[in-house]
């Protein structure tokens, strides 16, 4: 019996030790863990992607209410505050702006206010505070998405000294009063707590260490392991670091609700979320709202409910006025005040995920995955707000609209629209289908779609390229066409119309977009060379050497077709299309800058016949609806596309400051009763018209001389003969012989008789009425 006793009670104290030793190994590996991982742990930042900074000068053409909207999107308060930054004020046709600091890729620019007038939508006057002109004022851009480590978590990291005094007072005075004497935990806490297992209500009582531990160490399950571990670790944690330490971390971890599917962490991010400011500048009402938060973003959401809001953070205040750290005056107009917080839409990861995601792709050419996702670069844009929404708004609406009375077939139409400089490529709007938001199928660029008529341009380029042996005026074929090829059936291509027109000029057969005409010059030129023009054009994709792919039996994504277009825009210049200016860190340091690269692809005589030639697509051919929405002296210049059996509808077009492409079509590639006059034209005038462009006015190069045309006879006229045009030539290349119509009064004006006037050009007389 005794030699039992003993050895129940030797198994006792081994059972002991064992414990120790084992808790003691635990201890030691938390330990480990705690200071590896605190030390080595470094917040994954984002990296955050902004639009093109809207830039005020003297002439700008933009309407003052396009800026407020700006201004708004930016979470600036049409309220004044004085002393403060991050308002507007309007008065009449002026403006005064309170801009904020912002570190833009070439410095940083402080806050200042600025004085702009306004007269029929252009900018007529710009000052400081102090009356001086300005020659420039640049509004800071809009934030419009980011690059997301896991979870999308997003967070502005802020030094503990840079944090306002009130928000640090309330947040100990609700959270943790006893956060710079207890040793990472609370007796009393921890008691409330560890009763909460035994029940269905869960008590608060962690510590900011402990909640800090369990953010960064462990899982949010209740079980009486997590607690303890967690209670070993925060002991641990305040043993090796000091209380500042863990109080920095503990403002940059915190999670203060959602932007639909952003998670916002931090108070440097809170502040600008909620109160569209710069945390140094938070009141100590607001520092109380977003100290509320922290019990429960989702419950006391101050949009979703203000009430709640509003009483949460009225205790907060209570409970910092009882520690003594705000006197009774303090706590009385803070409590007076209402709770401030912006208006600004919610834009989650981004309200633009097609354009992201062609940023997104053009990054990653330079840029490792992981380091976009953790290292805070700050990526700058040419995305213009304005127009996105203006190409948004025509869109939605139009396909709506096309869907409620089934013009072109079943509802379920799908468009993507492309706008960018015509001289730059810098993509202005980009939009990947009828719901905007959707983070999903790119069609803008992944949707390689049959491009009809699209392609036609350049087979007429490649015939002007020849100015010895075409012109505008040049006779082509329209009469019935078959194209034979060994191992291939015999082409048969046809008219939209289901008719041939005989013999008709070159700039009518594009006018018109003969499909018999085209085929036949362009197999007369030869299709390898055509095609070869194409890829000129900018167009990388491989094209099959076909005849049929003359006439648009090639697909191509609305962004390349953009592509090829804008070296027509630009006067023959290449230049890649492009999304992103400028790369920096996260502090304002230069990392990459995306420069404009422009490569001479043609010579700017045939470009310039060949814009001509569009222009009259759009004035007195397929796109000669686009007068129901932009005036005649805008010059549009354009194509129309149609596919076969009606699929795919596009229009293609530029004015002097953008060129846009839009396409509409089923997804399943269902034929329908598109037309690209129908369905796509109304969409690219419609977005057109809300953005005003500027005239296209062609720069017209030494070798080209405008003459009189008579259109009877494709000879020399002048104001003699009815309906004469004046059109384009390369010099020599124009006839020589006069129409009968055309006599000496014709004669004398293309000798230099100053006595008689020289009939305008159809743009003179646009311009000079």
Excluded at 38 to 48: D, K, M, W
Excluded at 369 to 383: A, C, N, V, W
Aim: proline share 6%; aromatic share 8%.
């Amino acid at each position: 019996m005794a030699i039992r006793k003993r050895f129940v009670r030797y198994l006792g104290w081994g059972a002991l030790l064992a414990g120790v030793v084992l808790a003691a190994g635990i201890t030691l590996h938390l330990d480990q863990r705690v200071r590896s991982e605190f030390e080595g742990r470094r917040f994954a930042l984002p990296a955050r992607i902004y639009a093109r900074p809207l830039e005020l000068h003297v002439g700008l053409r933009i309407a003052q209410r396009d800026v407020e909207d700006e201004l708004r999107q930016l979470g600036y308060g049409d309220v004044v505050r004085e002393g403060d930054f991050g308002w507007f004020a309007r008065n009449g046709e002026r403006l005064e702006i309170a801009l904020r600091p912002f570190v833009f890729w070439d410095g940083a620019q402080p806050p200042k206010r600025i004085s702009v007038a306004f007269d029929g939508g252009t900018v007529i006057t710009l000052h400081d505070a102090d009356g001086k002109e300005l020659p420039l004022a640049r509004l800071e851009p809009l934030p419009i998405g980011g690059i997301y480590p896991a979870g999308n978590e997003d967070r502005v990291l802020v030094r503990l000294n840079d944090v306002p005094k009130h928000l640090v007072q309330a947040l100990i005075a609700t959270e943790d009063r006893h956060f710079f004497s207890h040793k990472g935990f609370d007796v009393r806490g921890l008691a409330r707590a560890a009763w909460s297992l035994t029940s269905d209500r869960v008590q608060g009582g962690s510590t900011i260490t402990q909640q800090l531990v369990k953010n960064f160490f462990l899982t949010p399950e209740r079980t009486l392991q997590r607690k303890l571990t967690e209670l070993v670790m925060a002991v641990l944690l305040e043993k090796h670091y000091e209380k500042s330490e863990i109080l920095e971390t503990y403002l940059n971890e915190i999670y203060f609700g959602q932007d639909r599917d952003r998670a916002i962490h931090g108070v440097g991010l809170a502040a600008q979320f909620y109160f569209g400011k710069e945390m140094q500048h938070l009141t100590l009402a607001e520092s109380a709202l977003l100290v509320g938060l922290v019990k429960g973003p989702a419950v006391y959401d101050p949009h979703r409910h203000p009430n709640r809001a509003l009483e949460r953070r009225n205790l907060v205040l209570r409970e910092t006025r009882e520690q003594g750290s705000i006197s009774m005056e303090e706590y009385a107009a803070a409590r007076g005040t209402p709770l401030g917080v912006t208006s600004k839409p919610s834009m989650g990861t981004s309200p633009y995920p097609a354009f992201l995601s062609l940023v997104h792709r053009q990054l990653r050419r330079d840029y490792d995955e992981k380091d976009l996702r953790s290292e805070g670069l700050r990526i700058f844009t040419s995305l213009d707000p304005r127009v996105q929404a203006a190409a948004e708004s025509a869109l939605t609406k139009r396909l709506a609209q096309f869907d409620k009375e089934r013009r072109f077939g079943e509802p379920g139409l799908e468009g993507a629209v492309v706008v960018s400089d015509p001289q730059s490529g810098e993509i202005q709007a980009l939009i990947g289908g009828r719901d905007v938001r959707y983070r999903g199928y790119n069609r803008a660029v992944d949707a390689a779609r049959p491009v009809g008529s699209l392609l036609k341009p350049a087979i007429y380029l490649t015939a002007l390229s020849d100015p010895a042996r075409y012109t505008l005026l040049t006779q082509i074929d329209d009469g019935p066409f078959v194209w034979t090829s060994r191992g291939a059936p015999d082409w048969h291509p046809a008219n939209y119309d289901k008719k041939f027109h005989g013999m008709v000029s070159l700039r009518v057969a594009l006018a018109q977009s003969y499909n018999v005409a085209a085929a036949r010059l362009g197999t007369e030129l030869g299709v390898d060379r055509v095609l070869a023009n194409v890829r000129k054009l900018g167009v990388e994709r491989e094209l099959r050497p076909f005849a049929s792919t003359l006439l648009g039996a090639t697909e191509m994504s609305p962004l390349e077709v953009a592509q090829m277009y804008q070296t027509i825009a630009s006067g023959g210049f290449r230049t890649p299309s492009r999304a992103i200016r400028e790369v920096t860190t996260q502090d304002g340091r230069p990392l990459q800058r995306y420069s404009i690269v422009v490569e001479q692809a043609f010579a700017p005589e045939p470009i310039y016949l060949l814009a001509a030639a569009m222009q009259a697509v759009v004035r007195e051919g397929t796109a000669q609806s686009l007068k129901n929405y932009l005036p005649p002296e805008i010059a549009v210049a354009g194509k129309t596309g149609t596919t076969d059996e009606q699929r795919d509808a596009w229009f293609a077009g530029f004015a002097g400051d953008r060129l846009a492409v839009v396409w509409v079509g089923y997804d399943d590639n269902r034929a329908a009763r598109l037309s690209g006059a129908s369905a796509a034209l109304p969409i690219w005038g419609e977005m057109m018209a809300a953005l005003a462009p500027e005239p296209l006015a062609l720069a017209k190069p030494d070798r080209i001389e405008h003459v009189w045309i008579d259109p009877q006879t494709g000879l020399r006229g002048g104001v003699s003969c009815t309906g004469s045009l004046e059109l384009p030539f390369v010099q020599g290349s124009a006839p020589e012989q006069r129409a009968p119509c055309s006599g000496a009064v014709d004669a004398a004006v293309e000798g230099g008789d100053a006595t008689v006037e020289k009939p305008k050009s159809w743009l003179e007389r646009l311009f000079r009425r």
